[in-house]
């Protein structure tokens, strides 16, 4: 039984978290400011899709430079 349980929260952490835990500390923050707007006067719908635009390629860059070989690519390399 313990081991369904710690299966079943390892799945939970990968979901959630998946390969870049920055991105999901962000996406939490994301909805926190989300519900903290929508409590005010503020329309609330952009904050989201805002996010979005600014992590996906913040994340898709990370992994393009992490999978990027050494000594490829960058100023000076030949």
Do not use: C, N
């Not at 390892?10 to 978290?17: E, I, M, P």
């Not at 994340?59 to 430079?65: F, P, Q, T, W």
């Amino acid at each position: 039984m313990t081991a369904k349980i710690a299966a079943f929260l390892r799945f939970w952490y990968d979901f959630v978290v998946g390969d870049d835990w920055r991105i999901a500390v962000a996406v939490v923050a994301a909805l926190a400011l989300t519900e903290i707007v929508s409590g005010s006067s503020m329309p609330a719908w952009w904050i989201l899709p805002a996010a979005v635009a600014l992590l996906l390629p913040l994340s898709l860059r990370r992994e393009h430079r992490r999978r990027r070989p050494s000594g490829h690519g960058g100023p000076g390399s030949r």
